[in-house]
């Protein structure tokens, strides 16, 4: 199941956003209802925080999440205790654990959900320029086929929302970092972030029926924060993927 939360002043359950993977794995991704963000080092969900997912979701057991830092390091969660030690300094979580939940929080940048329903385990990263650069999404790749025996053939990616190139302008130093994915309109150069992600995806073995990227730009819609049009002081989503028990 994929959800996009509402605003819970709707009072209705989330409605399906893509279908996409199987009624085993549950996705979702936060609204500007609740902000995500980390704040005075606090490594728990607050009240509003657990009360926004517990509508949306239901009780869950044990949520995984990572301090991010923009890089390319990739937590491997083996046991359910491991959610309740400090966070780690990384960009992506893989698990083949029922009832663990992986997060991540974004603004503008890219969550991506992973799943591969043959070996029966979960991924997700936080994909922003820095990361993508360094290309994070196919170490999960690399790392789903040491750790669990994946085929990146098997693997399907779902890209939540966040920054398109409608809104992404970017400078010219960008043209050398991503230069097949550049748009140049009127003058200015705009990257698209989902295909650079998308096409290391395809290089790393996925085909590209196995990839959606949604299409909801988080700058044009203000149902999202969005670290472009508020500046650094904005909220951040909190997405999450986790494997029903």
């Known amino acids: 199941m994929c959800w996009i939360c509402p605003p819970l002043n709707k009072r209705m359950k989330p409605t399906r956003a893509h279908n996409f993977f199987p009624e085993e794995v549950v996705t979702l991704m936060s ?119 994946c085929r990146p053939i098997d693997i399907r990616a779902y890209f939540g929302p966040g920054i398109r190139p409608c809104c992404y302008r970017v400078g010219q130093e960008f043209r050398n970092y991503f230069p097949k994915e550049i748009q140049h309109r009127d003058g200015f150069d705009y990257l698209d972030l989902g295909m650079v992600n998308k096409n290391q995806l395809c290089q790393a073995g996925l085909p590209a029926q196995n990839i959606f990227i949604s299409p909801i730009c988080t700058c044009c819609c203000e149902d999202f924060f969005s670290y472009r049009r508020e500046g650094e002081n904005t909220g951040r989503h909190l997405s999450l993927i986790m494997l029903q028990v």
């Not at 902000?35 to 009360?51: C, H, I, K, Y």
Request: hydrophobic share 35%; with cysteine.
């Open 31 to 149: 609204d500007r209802q609740v902000d995500f963000r980390l704040q005075n080092d606090r490594e728990s969900l607050d009240t509003p925080q657990t009360e926004y997912l517990g509508y949306c979701l239901g009780p869950i057991g044990h949520i995984a999440s990572v301090r991010q830092i923009h890089g390319s390091d990739i937590w491997v969660v083996d046991k359910a205790a491991e959610c309740e030690r400090s966070w780690p300094r990384a960009d992506g979580l893989l698990t083949d654990l029922p009832g663990v939940a992986l997060s991540v929080r974004t603004a503008d940048c890219l969550p991506i959900f992973l799943f591969d329903p043959h070996r029966r385990c979960i991924g997700l990263v936080h994909a922003g320029w820095k990361g993508s650069q360094r290309r994070v999404v196919q170490k999960a790749i690399r790392l789903m086929q040491r750790r669990y025996r």
